[in-house]
C-alpha cells in the first residue's frame, strides 16, 4: 500500500503474518518550548503508525536546525522525540540533521503490522458508526495563543492533546472488528473524513453538535481565530461538503481547523461502537461518537 490511496503509511509485505509499515513526518515549532515541541512531533510521527492499526518499532530523527541558536535547544528537542518514542515502546535509532534557517523536527517512523489486520482509510461501510479520540480545536488555540488572547491553561489543554499518544487508542480498537481508521490531522476532521468517504464510496454523516473541543476553541473561533491551513482545507474539500443551515459556523471553521498530532477516527460496526465507545473513554481523556457513515450520496461529507 502507497501512492496509490490516501492512507496514513505505507505497508510492504514481508510475510502472510508480517509486514513493515513506515511513515516519515516533520514540521517547525508550534510551542516555545524544545523539549514540548519534541514530543508533539513525535506523538504526530508516531500516530499515522497507529492509524493503521500497527506496533511501532524503532524510529529516525529528523532535524533540521539554525547554527545562530543554542545547540542545547537540540538536545531538548531530540530528548522530547526520544521521550515519546519510549512511552510507545520503541527505541530511536538514529537519525540526520541539517543546517536550516528555521527549526524542524519529526521522525521516520517504522513498524510491524499483520497484513490481515491493516485498518484502511478505505473500510468504511453504510452503517458505521464514527469515533473520534481526542477533542479539536489545536491549530485556532495556537493561533489565539500566538495572538496573545488565549488563557493559559486553555492552552495547556492544547499541549497536552498534541503530545498525547494514540497508542492506546488504537490497541483498544484493535481489540474489536473494526472497518476502518485515520488519524485526524492537517486536512482537519472534515478534510480526513472526505478521505474516508471516497476511498470507502460510501458518505459520512458529522454531527456538528457530538464534536469533543478543546476549551476555547468555539470561543476564538466565533471571534473569527481562525488558522489560514483552516480556509485552505475549506477552499479545497468545500465543493465535497454539504453543510446543513442549522449548523453554527463556529463549529464548520473548528471541523476545518487543520490538527496537529489530532486523535483517531475510527468507523466500527453499529454492533460494536456502544462497547467500544465505553472501552476508550474508560482509558482516554476524550472519545466520542460523532457520525456515521451512509450509502453514497451526492456529496462526500454531510454535517448537521
Ligand atoms: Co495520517
Ligand atoms: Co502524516
Same mark, same amino acid.
Given at each position: 500500500?502507497?501512492?496509490?490511496?490516501?492512507?496514513?503509511?505505507?505497508? !510492504?509485505?514481508?510475510?502472510?503474518? =508480517?509486514?513493515? =509499515?513506515?511513515?516519515?513526518?516533520?514540521?517547525?515549532?508550534?510551542?516555545?518550548?524544545?523539549?514540548?515541541?519534541?514530543?508533539?512531533? %513525535?506523538?504526530?510521527? #508516531?500516530?499515522?503508525? !497507529?492509524?493503521?492499526?500497527?506496533?511501532?518499532?524503532?524510529? &529516525?530523527?529528523?532535524?533540521?536546525?539554525?547554527?545562530?541558536?543554542?545547540?542545547?535547544?537540540?538536545?531538548?528537542?531530540?530528548?522530547?522525540?526520544?521521550?515519546?518514542?519510549?512511552?510507545?515502546?520503541?527505541?530511536?535509532?538514529? $537519525?540526520?540533521?541539517?543546517?536550516?534557517?528555521?527549526?524542524?523536527?519529526?521522525?521516520?517512523?517504522? $513498524?510491524?503490522?499483520?497484513?490481515?489486520?491493516?485498518?484502511?482509510?478505505?473500510?468504511?461501510?453504510?452503517? /458505521?458508526?464514527?469515533?473520534?479520540?481526542?477533542?479539536?480545536?489545536?491549530?485556532?488555540?495556537?493561533?489565539?495563543?500566538?495572538?496573545?488572547?488565549?488563557?493559559?491553561?486553555?492552552?495547556?489543554?492544547?499541549?497536552?492533546?498534541?503530545?498525547?499518544?494514540?497508542?492506546?487508542?488504537?490497541?483498544?480498537?484493535?481489540?474489536?472488528?473494526?472497518?476502518?481508521?485515520?488519524?485526524?490531522?492537517?486536512?482537519?476532521?472534515?478534510?480526513?473524513?472526505?478521505?474516508?468517504?471516497?476511498?470507502?464510496?460510501?458518505?459520512?454523516? #458529522?454531527?456538528? %453538535?457530538?464534536?469533543?473541543?478543546?476549551? /476555547?476553541?468555539?470561543?476564538?473561533?466565533?471571534?473569527?481565530?481562525?488558522?489560514?491551513?483552516? !480556509?485552505?482545507?475549506?477552499?479545497?474539500?468545500?465543493?465535497?461538503?454539504?453543510?446543513?443551515?442549522?449548523?453554527?459556523? %463556529?463549529?464548520?471553521?473548528?471541523? !476545518?481547523?487543520?490538527?496537529?498530532?489530532?486523535?483517531?477516527? &475510527?468507523?466500527?460496526?453499529?454492533?460494536?461502537?456502544?462497547?467500544?465507545?465505553? %472501552?476508550?473513554?474508560?482509558? &482516554?481523556?476524550?472519545?466520542?461518537?460523532?457520525?456515521?457513515?451512509?450509502?453514497?450520496?451526492?456529496?462526500?461529507?454531510?454535517?448537521?
Amino acid at each position: 500500500m502507497g501512492f496509490d490511496s490516501s492512507d496514513d503509511a505505507c505497508i !510492504y509485505k514481508i510475510s502472510d503474518d =508480517v509486514a513493515i =509499515v513506515q511513515t516519515v513526518d516533520f514540521f517547525p515549532p508550534m510551542v516555545d518550548d524544545p523539549f514540548i515541541f519534541g514530543q508533539i512531533a %513525535a506523538a504526530n510521527a #508516531l500516530s499515522d503508525i !497507529y492509524a493503521m492499526g500497527g506496533k511501532v518499532t524503532h524510529a &529516525l530523527n529528523l532535524l533540521c536546525f539554525p547554527s545562530c541558536l543554542d545547540i542545547s535547544i537540540a538536545g531538548e528537542i531530540l530528548a522530547g522525540g526520544a521521550d515519546k518514542v519510549l512511552e510507545a515502546g520503541a527505541v530511536v535509532a538514529g $537519525g540526520h540533521s541539517i543546517v536550516d534557517n528555521e527549526p524542524k523536527f519529526g521522525l521516520c517512523v517504522s $513498524g510491524l503490522i499483520d497484513p490481515k489486520k491493516v485498518l484502511p482509510n478505505s473500510g468504511a461501510r453504510p452503517g /458505521d458508526k464514527l469515533i473520534i479520540t481526542k477533542a479539536m480545536g489545536t491549530g485556532i488555540l495556537s493561533t489565539a495563543q500566538k495572538g496573545g488572547i488565549l488563557a493559559e491553561s486553555s492552552y495547556m489543554a492544547a499541549i497536552e492533546t498534541m503530545r498525547q499518544l494514540n497508542r492506546r487508542a488504537a490497541e483498544i480498537a484493535q481489540t474489536f472488528d473494526m472497518s476502518g481508521c485515520t488519524d485526524i490531522t492537517g486536512f482537519g476532521l472534515i478534510g480526513h473524513a472526505c478521505e474516508m468517504a471516497e476511498g470507502s464510496d460510501t458518505t459520512i454523516v #458529522l454531527d456538528s %453538535a457530538a464534536i469533543p473541543l478543546l476549551p /476555547d476553541a468555539f470561543d476564538m473561533a466565533s471571534m473569527g481565530i481562525i488558522p489560514a491551513g483552516a !480556509y485552505n482545507n475549506r477552499d479545497y474539500f468545500g465543493s465535497r461538503v454539504e453543510v446543513k443551515d442549522s449548523v453554527h459556523l %463556529a463549529l464548520s471553521d473548528i471541523m !476545518y481547523d487543520p490538527q496537529t498530532s489530532g486523535g483517531l477516527l &475510527l468507523a466500527v460496526p453499529e454492533k460494536d461502537a456502544a462497547e467500544l465507545l465505553k %472501552a476508550l473513554k474508560g482509558e &482516554l481523556p476524550v472519545a466520542e461518537c460523532i457520525g456515521e457513515v451512509i450509502p453514497k450520496g451526492e456529496k462526500s461529507i454531510v454535517v448537521i
